[in-house]
């Protein structure tokens, strides 16, 4: 932390320096809010993950400024008796984990409700019974599709907020039928925060969920072969980030029609924090985390990223920048998806006083400069390789 000053909260109060338990802490998420609260906050984090790769920098032992304030303990929650010790040991836990990629929604349903719901449980459990915080990561999967999907395509009430914005406290949470297996994850995401709700009503846990609506930014996902599975199939903005390092045409699944919204992951990392240090602000609220300014439909975002990627590599666009697959080649049998994602930010607002900045130009420029300053190279490399016959 830079200076001595006592740092306070929303209310004026002084903020307690606190040990926070980060499951996931070296994946995307985690690894910015280490990096945010090593360098903005006195607080310690005991960092557990299976890896590490994302936080190296911060675990290096020229950074003794920091050795004191982070732990890495390499831990898988499925089965590991050393969780409930950590947890005990911190002010706040603070679970990250999650399987999150589409694609695996549809191809490892069983992993993916697993991963989600069953082996959140023990984190739940054990903050409850030591009488400890959570901050629990759900998604903003959870409202599935919004209700004006379900009008005619051209009818008025599907241009009205109410049948599309989504809210925390009003909204329904609507999914296809049971073969639809990509609301495997949304289902098992929205049954453990009942949980987590449930557990607040009646034993007293103090607990924050936060919904994510699509965090951008470095670090984001993998690169299919370059540091990921070479057959994965990462998120939107990965995906099309490897189509554009190999100058490939981006995918637009089903003609691209999908709406989303985008925050840059430092404004939503800001609002994390403003969670974590003001507790009687945040406890037993469920926010949404987005940016309602950043809508686009994914064709647009595929446009967009073709733009700002010719400017942040200097390579012009290749001749057909996009091509439209249907979702049943690109994710196989069982995909389904949510129209549009606006997040009500009503909530968040109130409470913390958090409201997003980045723009979606920005927060683009931002990201395909680190993904084309960190694989554009490797890449090259590997689609140079001779092909062994």
Same mark, same amino acid.
């Given at each position: 932390?830079?200076?001595?000053?006592?740092? #306070?909260?929303?209310?004026?109060?002084?903020?307690?320096?606190?040990?926070?338990?980060?499951?996931?802490?070296?994946?995307?998420?985690? !690894?910015?809010?280490? %990096?945010?609260?090593?360098?903005?906050?006195?607080?310690?984090?005991?960092?557990?993950?299976?890896?590490?790769?994302?936080?190296?920098?911060? #675990?290096?032992?020229?950074?003794?400024?920091?050795?004191?304030?982070?732990?890495?303990?390499?831990?898988?929650?499925?089965?590991?008796?050393?969780?409930?010790?950590?947890?005990?040991?911190?002010?706040? $836990?603070?679970?990250?984990?999650?399987?999150? /990629?589409?694609?695996? @929604?549809?191809?490892?349903?069983?992993? /993916?409700?697993?991963?989600?719901?069953?082996?959140?449980?023990?984190?739940?459990?054990?903050?409850?019974?030591?009488?400890?915080?959570?901050?629990?990561?759900?998604?903003?999967?959870?409202?599935?599709?919004?209700?004006?999907?379900?009008?005619?395509?051209?009818?008025?009430?599907?241009?009205?907020?109410?049948? @599309?914005?989504?809210? %925390?406290? /009003? &909204?329904?949470?609507?999914?296809?039928?049971?073969?639809?297996?990509?609301?495997?994850?949304?289902?098992?995401?929205?049954?453990?925060?009942?949980?987590?709700?449930?557990?607040?009503? %009646?034993?007293?846990?103090?607990?924050?969920?936060?919904?994510?609506?699509?965090?951008?930014?470095?670090?984001?996902?993998?690169?299919?072969?370059?540091?990921?599975?070479?057959?994965?199939?990462?998120?939107?903005?990965?995906?099309?980030?490897?189509?554009?390092?190999?100058?490939?045409?981006?995918?637009?699944?089903?003609?691209?029609? !999908?709406?989303? /919204?985008?925050?840059?992951?430092?404004?939503?990392?800001?609002?994390?924090?403003?969670?974590?240090?003001?507790?009687?602000?945040?406890?037993?609220?469920?926010?949404?985390?987005?940016?309602?300014?950043?809508?686009?439909?994914?064709?647009?975002?595929?446009?967009?990223?073709?733009?700002?990627?010719?400017?942040?590599?200097? %390579?012009?666009a290749i001749e057909s920048p996009t091509i439209?697959?249907?979702?049943?080649?690109?994710?196989?049998?069982?995909?389904?998806?949510?129209?549009?994602?606006?997040?009500?930010?009503?909530?968040?607002?109130?409470?913390?006083?958090?409201?997003?900045?980045? &723009?979606?130009?920005?927060?683009?420029? !931002? $990201?395909?400069? @680190?993904?084309?300053? $960190?694989?554009a190279e490797a890449v090259k490399k590997s689609?140079?390789?001779?092909?062994? &016959?």
């Amino acid at each position: 932390m830079a200076n001595g000053a006592v740092r #306070l909260d929303l209310d004026g109060r002084p903020i307690k320096p606190l040990t926070i338990c980060m499951i996931g802490a070296g994946g995307f998420i985690g !690894s910015h809010l280490c %990096e945010k609260l090593l360098n903005e906050t006195p607080h310690k984090v005991l960092a557990l993950d299976v890896y590490n790769d994302k936080i190296k920098h911060l #675990l290096e032992p020229d950074t003794s400024e920091w050795a004191e304030r982070i732990q890495f303990h390499r831990i898988n929650i499925k089965h590991d008796s050393r969780l409930e010790g950590l947890v005990k040991m911190a002010d706040l $836990t603070i679970n990250l984990a999650a399987i999150c /990629t589409p694609a695996d @929604y549809n191809t490892r349903p069983l992993d /993916t409700i697993y991963s989600n719901f069953i082996d959140a449980l023990p984190v739940v459990k054990y903050c409850s019974d030591n009488k400890k915080r959570l901050i629990h990561f759900s998604t903003c999967e959870v409202y599935g599709k919004t209700i004006g999907s379900f009008l005619p395509k051209d009818h008025p009430l599907r241009q009205d907020p109410d049948f @599309y914005v989504l809210k %925390e406290d /009003t &909204s329904p949470c609507i999914f296809g039928s049971i073969e639809k297996q990509r609301w495997s994850y949304a289902c098992a995401k929205q049954l453990i925060e009942r949980l987590v709700y449930a557990e607040g009503a %009646e034993n007293g846990l103090e607990f924050t969920i936060v919904r994510p609506f699509n965090w951008i930014g470095p670090r984001m996902d993998f690169i299919p072969g370059i540091d990921g599975p070479s057959e994965g199939v990462p998120r939107v903005l990965a995906c099309f980030s490897n189509n554009l390092l190999r100058r490939e045409p981006l995918k637009l699944v089903d003609g691209g029609e !999908s709406q989303r /919204t985008f925050v840059y992951i430092k404004d939503a990392i800001e609002a994390v924090l403003l969670m974590i240090e003001n507790p009687e602000r945040a406890n037993g609220h469920i926010f949404n985390v987005g940016n309602p300014n950043n809508e686009v439909t994914v064709r647009q975002l595929a446009e967009m990223m073709t733009q700002v990627y010719s400017k942040v590599s200097g %390579e012009t666009a290749i001749e057909s920048p996009t091509i439209d697959v249907s979702s049943k080649e690109f994710y196989g049998e069982g995909y389904d998806d949510s129209d549009k994602r606006i997040p009500d930010m009503t909530i968040i607002n109130r409470q913390l006083g958090w409201n997003p900045k980045t &723009s979606l130009w920005d927060l683009l420029e !931002s $990201t395909l400069t @680190y993904q084309h300053r $960190t694989y554009a190279e490797a890449v090259k490399k590997s689609t140079s390789k001779p092909v062994a &016959s």
